[in-house]
T-cell receptor
Framework: NAGVTQTPKFRVLKTGQSMTLLCAQDMNHEYMYWYRQDPGMGLRLIHY???????AKGEVPDGYNVSRLKKQNFLLGLESAAPSQTSVYFCASRLAGMSTDTQYFGPGTRLTVL | AQSVTQLGSHVSVSEGALVLLRCNYS??????LFWYVQYPNQGLQLLLK??????LVKGINGFEAEFKKSETSFHLTKPSAHMSDAAEYFC???????????FGTGTQLKVEL
């Protein structure tokens, strides 16, 4: 099992450009999450999904959109990138049901917006 | 809203010394709590979690944490630090009706010879 994978690993964008980050999991998990990590701020939840075809806003959703068309994939889109979106983005997935189920994390995508 | 506070953004210990990383929670109901570790340039990895089954929880790599309701704490400890323990450690609490985790701001652990 590859677990949770993220594509790409690094990306540099110019202000106003758009891009999509892909998260894939092969563990048949129902729940998937997108976080951003910034120095001194821990991880903050952007959007999440509790199943195929469903999405919900997290703590910092502005400027991002998501889609969960397939159970194994969760896409994070930036429509018009801004320097404030420079961050490390992590995807995670969780089995379902039990709130004590572990979230498994991908290796991260480092995004720089110039 | 449920939240966690990690006291000390940076902690430095000598190799072989006790590691103590602090986490206090704020919750009106019994919380479910997690500790994750992040090694440089990697994703987060679960160390241990409190699910109310036992107040003393043992995790990987010799770490353990004790849930203390009277102190609203879930501090992470390891009796003897190793150089390989150098990493960032995050405490997290289940929120959002059980669907989400809210993370603390993290503690960077440095281990010196």
């Amino acid at each position: 099992n590859a677990g949770v994978t993220q594509t790409p690993k690094f990306r540099v964008l110019k202000t106003g450009q758009s891009m999509t980050l892909l998260c894939a999991q092969d563990m048949n998990h129902e729940y998937m999450y997108w976080y951003r990590q910034d120095p001194g701020m821990g991880l903050r939840l952007i959007h999440y999904s509790v199943g195929e075809g469903t999405t919900a806003k997290g703590e910092v959703p502005d400027g991002y959109n998501v889609s969960r068309l397939k159970k194994q994939n969760f896409l994070l889109g930036l429509e018009s990138a801004a320097p404030s979106q420079t961050s490390v983005y992590f995807c995670a997935s969780r089995l379902a049901g039990m709130s004590t189920d572990t979230q498994y994390f991908g290796p991260g995508t480092r995004l720089t917006v110039l | 809203a449920q939240s966690v506070t990690q006291l000390g953004s940076h902690v430095s210990v000598s190799e072989g010394a006790l590691v103590l990383l602090r986490c206090n929670y704020s919750s009106s109901v019994p919380p479910y709590l997690f500790w994750y570790v992040q090694y440089p340039n990697q994703g987060l990895q679960l160390l241990l979690k409190y699910t109310s089954a036992a107040t003393l929880v043992k995790g990987i790599n010799g770490f353990e944490a004790e849930f203390k309701k009277s102190e609203t704490s879930f501090h992470l400890t390891k009796p003897s630090a190793h150089m390989s323990d150098a990493a960032e450690y995050f405490c997290a609490v289940v929120t959002g009706g059980g669907n989400k985790l809210t993370f603390g701001t993290g503690t960077q652990l440095k281990v010196e010879l």
